[in-house]
T-cell receptor, first 116, second 109 residues
Framework: SAVISQKPSRDICQRGTSLTIQCQVD?????MFWYRQQPGQSLTLIAT?????????ESGFVIDKFPISRPNLTFSTLTVSNMSPEDSSIYLC?????????????FGPGTRLTVL | GQNIDQPTEMTATEGAIVQINCTYQ??????LFWYQQHAGEAPTFLSY??LDGLEEKGRFSSFLSRSKGYSYLLLKELQMKDSASYLC??????????WGAGTKLIIKP
């Protein structure tokens, strides 16, 4: 299994500012994922963060808006840049790790972001 | 395109049984997951199916038919704490998880 922590757990930010979200895993993992979940909706993958290379972004998400760092196998950051109210969402860090019988996707507790 | 369909919302009575269906069309298939997500919390793993048939785990069971692109999650002896959203997700040929929009399950006394 994998235990994931995220900081901050929540924040209220002003339009135009940036927020960096940290994700720490208790074991070394190859792939880390950043998701966004807007109220009442399912998970939307922002990007996959691989250690030692640039993150891979999904359609609709760009590096300038959501820069990601992955300095080692247990840590990653996601920055939400030049925020607008549309960025208000829950941001979730996730990893794939060995579960009881097979690989599972584990999630951090999420960062609830409100942009005014 | 890739698509996961599941009902938006279901209501059931405490102590009863409910079945949440999921149909999928994806580029390849490497397994199907069900996750539970309580309001304001992160998703937590419930089950994984990669072969056809039924997987039982306590009060929860999950069924898969790969030929039909169909799965269901069966919850028995419903408890109030089972009120949550249930997310169906398929691992495609690139080992990318494709997520459904989730089914909000409301349990009434």
């Amino acid at each position: 299994s994998a235990v994931i922590s995220q900081k901050p757990s929540r924040d209220i930010c002003q339009r135009g500012t940036s927020l960096t979200i940290q994700c720490q895993v208790d074991s070394q993992v190859t792939m880390m994922f950043w998701y966004r979940q807007q109220p009442g909706q399912s998970l939307t993958l922002i990007a996959t963060a691989n250690q030692g290379s640039e993150a891979t972004y999904e359609s609709g998400f760009v590096i300038d808006k959501f820069p990601i760092s992955r300095p080692n196998l247990t840590f990653s950051t996601l920055t939400v840049s030049n925020m607008s109210p549309e960025d208000s969402s829950i941001y979730l860090c996730s990893v794939v790790a060995q579960g009881e019988d097979h690989n599972e996707q584990f999630f951090g507790p999420g960062t609830r972001l409100t942009v005014l | 395109g890739q698509n996961i369909d599941q009902p938006t919302e279901m209501t059931a009575t405490e102590g009863a049984i409910v079945q949440i269906n999921c149909t999928y069309q994806t580029s390849g298939f490497n397994g199907l997951f069900w996750y539970q997500q309580h309001a304001g919390e992160a998703p937590t793993f419930l089950s994984y199916n990669v072969l056809d048939g039924l997987e039982e785990k306590g009060r929860f069971s999950s069924f898969l038919s790969r030929s039909k692109g169909y799965s269901y999650l069966l919850l028995k002896e419903l408890q109030m704490k089972d009120s949550a959203s249930y997310l169906c997700a398929v691992l495609d040929s690139n080992y990318q998880l494709i997520w459904g929009a989730g089914t909000k399950l409301i349990i009434k006394p």
